[in-house]
Nanobody, 126 residues
Framework: QVQLVESGGGLVQPGGSLRLSCEAV????????LGWFRQVPGKEREGVSC???????TYYADSVKGRFTISKDGGMKIYLQMDSLKSEDTAVYYC????????????????????WGQGSQVTVSS
């Protein structure tokens, strides 16, 4: 049984940093893309970033390029380093596993994501 176990998140001031972690327990599909979506109340869940474990290729939404960095360890644990955080980054961040990096672009492929984590609140506020 696959589980995406998240940790991290919290409250930070604008310009600060946070790191999210997600461990894919029981997950053996290293060609899948593992990453994060985020969602604010009243809006659609949107893709943020993902990484493919077997080759390390990455995808970033334009809104986070240059500020967020996704990485992985030698197994199935991934990290999202979030720097230069802005108030508009405030959201619940959900770890996700999808067959293609394309599924992490925008909000149109949410239904094609195979597994979800429990969600972590990130609040950027002074």
């Amino acid at each position: 049984q696959v589980q995406l176990v998240e940790s991290g998140g919290g409250l930070v001031q604008p310009g600060g940093s946070l790191r999210l972690s997600c461990e894919a327990v029981g997950f053996t599909y290293d060609y899948y893309c593992l990453g994060w979506f985020r969602q604010v109340p009243g809006k659609e869940r949107e893709g943020v970033s993902c990484i493919t474990p077997n080759d390390g290729s990455t995808y970033y939404a334009d809104s986070v390029k240059g500020r967020f960095t996704i990485s992985k360890d030698g197994g199935m644990k991934i990290y999202l380093q979030m720097d230069s955080l802005k108030s508009e980054d405030t959201a619940v961040y959900y770890c996700a596993a999808g067959f293609s990096p394309t599924y992490f672009s925008g909000s149109g492929y949410v239904d094609l994501i195979d597994w979800w984590g429990q969600g972590s609140q990130v609040t950027v506020s002074s």
